[in-house]
């Protein structure tokens, strides 16, 4: 069974930076999307950045410039690092591969906390 584990979240101060971790238990070249998303206390589920098959990386509004997605594919591990957090970035972080069966496999998620 392919399990996501995720690590890299915790407790920053605005414009810190903090980079999350994904490692899969499979192969991952090949799927068809590795997304990141994050859901805050009371609000949606929202995409924070997605990369669809081999295409080009995707961001919401609300992190271009400041998120970055990358993928190691021999590592079989994906990153989002964050830079220039906001306190409006608080959420619990979560990774979710859609597999060539249209499988998705989510991580089990990871706090990201920007306070002063």
């Known amino acids: 069974q392919v399990q996501l584990v995720e690590s890299g979240g915790g407790l920053v101060q605005p414009g810190e930076s903090l980079r999350l971790s994904c490692a899969a238990s499979?192969?991952?070249?090949?799927?068809?999307?590795m997304v990141w998303y994050r859901q805050a206390s009371g609000k949606e589920r929202e995409l924070v950045a997605t990369i669809p098959g081999s295409s080009v990386t995707n961001y919401a509004d609300s992190v271009k410039g400041r998120f970055t997605m990358s993928v190691d594919y021999a590592k079989n591990t994906m990153y989002l690092q964050m830079n220039s957090l906001k306190p409006e970035d608080t959420a619990v972080y979560y990774c979710?591969?859609?597999?060539?069966?249209?499988?998705?496999?989510w991580g089990q998620g990871t706090l990201v906390t920007v306070s002063s």
């Open positions: 499979t192969n991952i070249f090949g799927v068809r999307a």
């Open positions: 979710n591969l859609v597999l060539r069966n249209y499988l998705e496999i």
